[in-house]
């Protein structure tokens, strides 16, 4: 287990930091039940930590162990349910809604896949809830397209062989684990000692003041926070409430270009407009709000999954009136962050929280006011065990913050899933059709008229706002 994964499961000891993710597929039809149990088969093969649990290494010498599940049943980890009639996707995010918040089994696999029938029309649902020490956003596409076709047929994919187990036992994986963090740790300092070196020779002010930068950046990076920036979304509890959003691509494609920025500028963007319009109706003004965005550290070569992200914390402006405007103001914030001189650090960082009380840390995440994210998703259909996937509706885990919004991507449209604290928002509707508003404004920039929301093609839940 990397320090960053240990940070996400010991986050657990305080249940309103679970690090639960829960995934929505909206299906045409119900899939074959065989095939389905055959492809998770092999993708459990292929991904193998999806066979693995969690088991302590004595003394907290090393992070808890990735061990093979020597009770796997893959039939726990898979369930096929009839929703009552009449079931719609109100239903389905209900359904959903209790797993977000129903902790794992820490003696088994964390992950669970249900298969819900019965949807109006013939159609069904597979809500997947998965741990985020097991994947992030991209490791979770990546795992789709070991457990997911493209065609309804089928999609030829190489037989896995069952998975190695480990040899070296406690004791050795101990003086593995320790060997290899200290070879890395003389490996990066012998690298870096011939150019600080002759860094410091050749230019002693700009070394000092480059040794500067990095400490600034690392206590950026780790440094507590104290105040809630947003005086409205202030209190935190156990409750979530789940809503859904969906919007064009295009129409985010289409503002990104325009104001010269990206799309994730222009989701964000969205996002705070949305927040805005959302105090405002509250009768309160706000300046700024803190946001915590995933970075990704994944690099070519790394394994299928893991939680290989860093998550940064950082004010962004919503009083910025112009959306190209506040569109650019977002891109230069953001792209400061992400080359932030510590990010490469960031598992050292998470090492020393990991040093730390749970109860220490708390503070930290229920300052931030949300969590943004967007994972690119597929530009093509994909299918399920023979059922075509109309729909992807993602709930990343809130962390102590008041919501979390998540967007992915699916063959030209962006399926938005809300997780919002209760307490945070008791009116998630209200915020919802806030949102949809900032996300209209956005879709407005080089068109003749707004955008206005619209039916999503789907039976919506109460507080789902689907702009057109």
């Not at 796997?72 to 797993?99: G, K, M, N």
């Not at 969590?371 to 259909?381: E, F, H």
């Amino acid at each position: 287990m990397t320090q960053s994964d240990l940070f996400a499961w010991s986050m657990e000891q305080d249940p309103s930091l679970r690090s639960t993710i829960v995934t929505v597929l909206i299906l045409d039809t119900e899939p074959d039940w065989d095939r389905l149990l055959r492809m998770l088969d092999r993708g459990t093969r292929a991904v193998p930590r999806f066979r693995h649990r969690l088991v302590a290494v004595p003394w907290g010498l090393t992070p808890p162990r990735w061990l093979p599940d020597p009770d796997f049943d893959l039939c726990w980890h898979v369930r096929h349910l009839a929703l009552p009639a009449p079931a719609d996707l109100s239903s389905v995010i209900e359904f959903a809604r209790t797993e977000v918040m129903a902790a794992f089994d820490p003696a088994r696999p964390l992950w669970r896949f249900t298969v819900l029938g019965g949807l109006d029309g013939g159609r069904s649902a597979l809500v997947l809830k998965v741990h985020h020490s097991l994947t992030d956003g991209v490791g979770g596409m990546q795992i789709a397209g070991e457990i997911l076709d493209i065609s309804r047929a089928g999609t030829a994919h190489e037989p896995v062989p069952d998975p190695a187990r480990p040899g070296d036992g406690v004791l050795g994986d101990i003086v593995t684990w320790n060997w290899s963090a200290g070879a890395d740790l003389v490996r990066a300092g012998m690298a870096a000692i011939p150019p600080i070196a002759w860094h410091t020779v050749t230019n002693p002010v700009g070394a000092v003041r480059d040794g500067a930068v990095m400490a600034e950046s690392l206590f950026r990076l780790a440094r507590p926070i104290t105040r809630t920036l947003s005086p409205l979304m202030t209190e935190r509890s156990l409750g979530r409430r789940l809503t859904v959003l969906e919007v064009p691509l295009e129409t985010l494609h289409r503002g990104a270009r325009l104001a010269g920025c990206t799309v994730n500028d222009a989701f964000l963007a969205s996002v705070l407009i949305g927040l805005r319009i959302y105090h405002s109706r509250h009768g309160k003004k706000v300046e700024q709000l803190r946001v915590a965005m995933p970075i990704s550290l994944r690099r070519t070569g790394d394994p299928v999954g893991g939680n290989r992200i860093t998550l940064t914390r950082f004010a962004v402006p919503v009083a910025v009136g112009d959306t190209v405007d506040l569109m650019r103001a977002l891109d230069a914030t953001v792209e400061r962050w992400r080359h932030e001189p510590a990010i490469p650090l960031s598992n050292a960082v998470a090492a020393t929280f990991n040093r730390l009380p749970v109860g220490l840390l708390t503070p930290m995440f229920k300052h931030v006011d949300f969590i943004a994210s967007d994972v690119p998703g597929s530009p093509v259909a994909l299918y399920v065990a023979g059922a075509k996937v109309e729909r992807i509706y993602p709930f990343g885990p809130t962390t102590g913050t008041a919501f979390n919004i998540t967007l992915i991507s699916h063959v030209g449209t962006c399926c938005i899933g809300i997780n919002s604290d209760t307490a945070a928002v008791p009116d998630p509707e209200t915020l919802t059709d806030c949102l949809a508003e900032g996300f209209g404004a956005v879709a407005a920039l080089g068109t003749a008229e707004p955008a206005l929301p619209g039916p999503a093609g789907h039976p919506a839940p109460p507080g789902t706002v689907p702009p057109s």
